[in-house]
């Protein structure tokens, strides 16, 4: 496989949320605007590529047996830079997404990347890898977070579109599933 | 009172699943059938009390006396992967007709990001220990609650003419959008 499809093949074809439904939870809970999801996905975008390069280097000096446990301390490494990162320069946003963000370290989709690409290829490709892959993770988020946005508030990024009260199940927890739902089914669609 | 309050909040009010998408990964994966959704709840009760618990003292005698409490990520996820592998070795040993209920849904349950949510919430509700297990007894009840009333959905879902595009998750996902729908009835209850 050519790097270039490294790096693509998570956009769409292999979007993480969209397709191989990893990382669920954030997606469900951080998007109730475009904005929010769109921070959410590059902070794990930012996570995935640094933890897949990490991994790939050492991946010939770590144990067999113990490449699980290392994997996860090398991802909570990260987890905790960004963490620390954002409460410093981006505290408004920090606090939106809350709880999420130390929960990157459980976001399957970091850790699957690490197990199933980083630790079988060369750098190269494995930082291509993390990219597409955060990126179609953020794109997924963001665009989640827009349709709720716009159907809940009547905005974009923060920016009113439509006047008045819409329907605001969709900026709650129920229109989280039922939009996510809908999304899923629209992409097996267009992937066909 | 005060524990009572916090258990019911937890399982209705405050569904760890339906309001706080947290666990949505074994919500979704192993919902098919009520058996493995009530083993699933089962495995969560237990390593989410104790996971817990041993979180709770490692940040108030070991983080915060030594001040060192950025390092919660790195050592709450250690503690609980390194938790879970004792819990099946010493379930193993100790109750096989429990291990073998429970034992394959115990590996899974180091990446449930309900097991590490409960852990850094209990921290940032300053919670004590007593009220800490009562939370966690109460969100992993919610959390079964949720998963089995789904999957007795789910059963039935099976049978259902749903239009291709919609078959499998995307019906799922809907249908648990309509449940929470539900769960927020019990918004103002306490």
Known sequence: ?192 | MEYIIIIISAIFINNIVLAQFLGICPFVGVSNKLSTAAGMGGAVLFVMTIATIVTWLIQTYLLEALGIQFLQTIVFILVIASLVQMVEIILKKVSPSLYSALGVFLPLITTNCAILGVAILTIQKNFNLLEGVTFAVGNALGFSLALVVFAGIREHLDIMEVPEGMRGVPIALVVAGILALAFMGFTGLV
């Open chain 1, 1 to 192: 496989m050519n790097n270039l499809q490294n790096f693509t093949k998570g956009l769409i074809k292999e979007n993480p949320v969209l397709v191989l439904l990893l990382g669920l939870c954030p997606t469900l809970g951080v998007t109730t605007s475009a904005i929010n999801g769109l921070g959410m996905g590059l902070a794990t975008t930012f996570v995935l590529v640094m933890s897949n390069l990490v991994v790939s280097l050492i991946k010939n000096l770590i144990p067999d047996k113990v490449r699980i446990p290392s994997f996860i301390v090398i991802i909570a490494s990260f987890v905790t830079i960004v963490e620390l990162l954002m409460q410093a320069y981006l505290p408004a946003l920090f606090e939106q997404l809350g709880l999420f963000i130390p929960l990157i370290v459980v976001n399957c989709i970091v850790l699957g990347r690490a197990e199933a690409f980083a630790s079988k290829n060369n750098t190269l490709s494995s930082l291509l890898d993390g990219l597409g892959m955060g990126l179609g993770f953020a794109f997924a988020l963001t665009l989640l977070g827009a349709v709720r946005e716009l159907l809940g508030s009547g905005a974009l990024f923060s920016i009113k579109l439509i006047p008045g009260d819409l329907m605001l199940v969709f900026v709650l927890a129920p229109g989280a599933f039922i939009a996510l739902g809908y999304l899923i089914a629209l992409s097996r669609k267009l992937n066909k």
